[in-house]
């Protein structure tokens, strides 16, 4: 498909930080802008679940949560678990004093982007299809354009760029923007570094509270994390588009492979995760009749993937190569999955971002020589809640990977003991629950 040969702006990669750019231009009032993607239509693959208060809140403002909100699971709680017991639980009702959105909304990130993607659709807007991105380079006769040059041979020229194209993100590599942890080299934190996360259904299916719809289960065990999300048959249609149709109930596994047990596959077959969730899960998702009387086995994986996680941070997220260069989602950072903090950022950095670009083109109308102080402010705000995420993440994971060995000879508890002895009593109080709840919601740092 042809391109046009101008636009404003350009928005590279169509998953939810950059269908959520466009849409939140259009409600700014900027139609000039085109939005591709290298891909020929949008993946399956669920990966992110969660939808948090402040990113619901941030999607109602430019109109589109409610189509979410019709097809996602309010999500009451999340838990933490021993193998054998509750250590404590977020409940998110509390929220209920500051939004009128008190949840987590459960949510495949397909089925996310295919509401976004069904959004923009009905407002005109087609992602153009597949359409790779090569060069970028300063446009001889105009300063402030850049002519961005596509694997096809085409060529736009785009006054402001929008790289949304994921954390091997080609326009941070073109524009020489660094990509690395904030806390500089040789800090992953290797023993919750590999993971691996697939939806699978169950033969026959399980039964326990775990099972249960509306609650995100976490479970720390052996210094591993094993998460464990009930999705019923709400995404069906969407999550086995591609396999065996079936009304069982869909279920996501996320969980840390030890380093000792080796790499995982890029995509795990049922044999490995089968034994994963023998080896991590829950008891009663065991197909170990010695953990599980009633017990159960995969029956069919519908998606699986396995990958390293580790944090990284853009060196700046907006820069100039004649047109105004920006970075949002996994291009601009990534972290680890753990707190589910990844879409939510993208989306609302995608956000702020158009109504900074909107009013930058506006005041652009009035004064072609206006400066860039609206664009770095954007930017040094976003760069500072990014940064805050990810030390967020960071103590997340440190707090998951305490290890149940005695800590030393003269002091024979382990640390993850201790924790899990705090959790106990700390989940009694409500004012802890809350401070927990408003920390994954978002709220306080939007």
């Given at each position: 498909?042809?391109?046009?040969?101008?636009?404003?702006?350009l928005?590279?990669?169509?998953?939810?930080?950059?269908?959520?750019a466009?849409?939140?231009?259009?409600?700014?009032?900027?139609?000039?802008?085109?939005?591709?993607d290298?891909?020929?239509?949008?993946?399956?693959?669920?990966?992110?679940?969660?939808i948090?208060?402040?990113?619901?809140?941030?999607?109602?403002?430019?109109?589109?949560a409610?189509g979410?909100?019709?097809?996602?699971?309010?999500?009451?709680s999340?838990?933490?678990?021993?193998r054998?017991?509750?250590?404590f639980e977020?409940?998110?009702?509390?929220?209920?004093?500051?939004?009128?959105?008190?949840?987590?909304?459960?949510?495949?990130q397909?089925v996310?982007?295919?509401?976004?993607?069904?959004?923009?659709?009905?407002?005109?807007?087609?992602?153009?299809r597949?359409?790779?991105?090569?060069?970028?380079?300063?446009?001889e006769?105009?300063?402030?354009?850049?002519?961005?040059s596509?694997?096809?041979?085409?060529?736009?020229?785009?006054r402001?760029?929008i790289?949304?194209?994921?954390?091997r993100?080609?326009?941070?590599?073109?524009?020489?923007?660094?990509?690395?942890?904030?806390?500089?080299?040789?800090?992953?934190?290797?023993?919750l570094?590999?993971?691996?996360?697939?939806?699978?259904?169950?033969e026959?299916?399980?039964v326990?509270?775990?099972?249960?719809?509306?609650?995100?289960?976490?479970?720390?065990?052996?210094?591993?994390l094993?998460?464990?999300?009930?999705?019923?048959?709400?995404f069906?249609?969407?999550?086995?588009?591609?396999?065996?149709?079936?009304?069982?109930?869909v279920?996501?596994?996320?969980?840390?492979?030890?380093?000792?047990?080796?790499?995982?596959?890029?995509?795990?077959?049922?044999?490995?995760?089968?034994?994963?969730?023998?080896?991590?899960?829950?008891?009663c998702?065991?197909?170990?009749?010695?953990?599980?009387?009633?017990?159960v086995?995969?029956?069919?994986?519908?998606?699986?993937?396995?990958?390293?996680?580790?944090?990284?941070?853009?060196?700046?997220?907006?820069?100039?190569?004649?047109?105004?260069?920006?970075?949002?989602?996994?291009?601009?950072?990534?972290?680890?999955?753990?707190?589910?903090?990844?879409m939510?950022?993208?989306?609302?950095d995608?956000?702020?971002?158009?109504e900074?670009?909107?009013?930058h083109i506006?005041?652009?109308?009035?004064?072609?020589?206006?400066?860039?102080?609206?664009?770095?402010?954007?930017?040094e705000?976003?760069?500072?809640?990014?940064?805050?995420?990810?030390?967020?993440?960071?103590?997340?994971?440190?707090?998951?990977?305490?290890?149940?060995?005695?800590?030393?000879?003269?002091?024979?508890?382990?640390?993850a003991?201790?924790?899990?002895?705090?959790?106990?009593?700390?989940?009694?109080?409500?004012f802890?629950?809350?401070?927990?709840?408003w920390?994954?919601?978002?709220?306080?740092?939007?």
């Open positions: 498909m042809s391109l046009p040969e101008d636009t404003t702006v928005i590279v990669g169509a998953g939810p930080a950059g269908l959520t466009a849409l939140a231009l259009v409600h700014n009032g900027c139609h000039d802008f085109v939005i591709v290298a891909v020929g239509e949008g993946s399956n693959s669920s990966r992110a679940v969660a948090h208060c402040a990113t619901i809140e941030a999607l109602a403002s430019i109109g589109v409610d979410l909100l019709s097809q996602g699971i309010k999500g009451k999340i838990r933490i678990l021993s054998s017991s509750q250590l977020v409940k998110f009702d509390p929220l209920k004093k500051h939004s009128a959105h008190p949840y987590a909304l459960f949510i495949p397909c996310t982007e295919l509401v976004l993607l069904q959004k923009l659709q009905s407002l005109g807007v087609q992602v153009q597949p359409h790779r991105v090569v060069g970028m380079k300063q446009n006769r105009d300063s402030r354009v850049t002519d961005v596509f694997e096809d041979g085409q060529v736009i020229r785009a402001y760029v790289g949304a194209d994921g954390a993100s080609i326009v941070r590599t073109i524009a020489g923007i660094g990509f690395s942890d904030p806390e500089g080299p040789h800090t992953v934190n290797e023993e570094a590999q993971m691996v996360s697939a939806d699978i259904t169950f026959p299916e399980p326990g509270p775990v099972t249960l719809e509306g609650h995100l289960n976490a479970e720390v065990f052996s210094g591993n094993f998460i464990f999300l009930p999705f019923g048959n709400h069906n249609a969407q999550l086995l588009r591609d396999g065996k149709p079936t009304k069982k109930s279920f996501r596994i996320l969980c840390s492979i030890p380093i000792k047990n080796g790499e995982p596959p890029r995509a795990p077959p049922k044999e490995y995760i089968q034994n994963v969730v023998d080896a991590y899960g829950p008891a998702i065991s197909s170990d009749p010695s953990l599980n009387p009633r017990p086995k995969v029956d069919q994986l519908v998606w699986s993937t396995g990958f390293r996680t580790h944090s990284a941070i853009a060196d700046q997220i907006f820069t100039r190569l004649g047109a105004a260069i920006f970075l949002v989602g996994d291009a601009a950072h990534i972290h680890s999955p753990i707190g589910g903090q990844g939510n950022l993208a989306i609302r995608a956000i702020f971002l158009a900074a670009v909107t009013k506006q005041a652009s109308a009035e004064n072609p020589d206006v400066d860039d102080d609206i664009l770095q402010e954007f930017a705000a976003r760069h500072a809640r990014a940064l805050e995420v990810i030390g967020f993440t960071k103590t997340l994971l440190k707090l998951g990977n305490l290890p149940y060995d005695s800590y030393a000879w003269w002091m024979p508890v382990s640390l003991s201790i924790r899990d002895l705090t959790l106990r009593i700390l989940g009694g109080f409500d802890v629950q809350s401070k927990v709840a920390g994954l919601s978002g709220l306080g740092r939007r």
